[in-house]
């Protein structure tokens, strides 16, 4: 049955507009940005069959190449670059958010930009958002990029990249492909060097945030710093 034959109280756009977004679920929420769904099935099982190609993750779907959007039936390259383009102005939103405010009072717009960034990556990226006196963000730069299952961090290339950028302090962070957020001694040992080798050069380590698929794993709040 199509949209617009349910009734108005169980419809996407009608309930937005009477209860507010975050009423809704994942799935009407891209049944609003859909519009229409295909021949016999409205946006919202469209919806729902696009985030069941990505394990009903949103962090999954909106890190999606253009090529695995496409893959799912009913969703062709104009709808999926729109949809690209919509989750790319949610990171943007967010980052603005950490230019704006001091990163340690918005660990929670922290953790949202790294999930869009980083949650659904198939390779292991490390960054380093750089920060100023204020803990502003200053920039955020994908420093190395790895396999599945490493990647190689030079302490001294993380020390240069703050001295060039005047950084007062950053927060460290990197994906894990395989979901899990929790860290490894390899990810200690890595977080060690880097916060011995910064301190030399006056540069905090403030945080280093593990991204596994929806989740995170934040050093600064288990007590690992």
């Known amino acids: 049955m199509a949209i ?11 309930r937005l507009l009477a209860h507010g977004a975050e009423a809704l679920s994942p799935a009407e929420l891209l049944a609003i ?41 009913g969703m062709g390259i104009a709808k999926s ?3 690209k383009a919509t989750f790319e102005l949610a990171r943007r939103a967010l980052g603005e958010q950490l230019r704006e405010r001091d990163a340690l009072n918005s660990p929670d717009a922290v953790r949202s930009w790294l999930k869009l960034g980083l949650g659904g990556l198939a390779h292991e990226v490390f960054m380093v958002l750089l920060l100023d006196a204020q803990n502003r963000l200053l920039k955020s730069v994908e420093l190395f990029r790895g396999t599945l299952t490493q990647t190689s961090v030079y302490p001294r ?8 950028h005047n950084a007062a302090a950053v927060i460290l962070a990197h994906n894990h492909p395989s979901g899990l957020a929790e860290p490894s001694r390899a990810d200690d040992f890595l977080t060690q060097s880097l916060k011995q ?9 403030l945080d280093h945030v593990i991204v596994g698929g929806g989740t995170t794993c934040s050093f600064a709040e288990r007590g690992l710093l």
């Open 4 to 14: 617009k034959d349910w009734n108005s109280d169980q419809r996407p756009r009608e």
């Open 33 to 73: 940005f859909l519009r229409v769904g295909v021949s016999g099935k409205s946006a919202v099982d469209l919806a729902r069959d696009l985030l069941a190609h990505f394990d009903h993750s949103v962090v999954r779907l909106g890190s999606a190449p253009i090529d695995e959007l496409c893959r799912v039936k």
């Open 81 to 83: 670059v729109q949809l």
């Open 157 to 164: 290339e993380v020390v240069k990249l703050a001295l060039a």
């Open 197 to 205: 080798a910064l301190a030399l050069v006056d540069v905090r380590v």
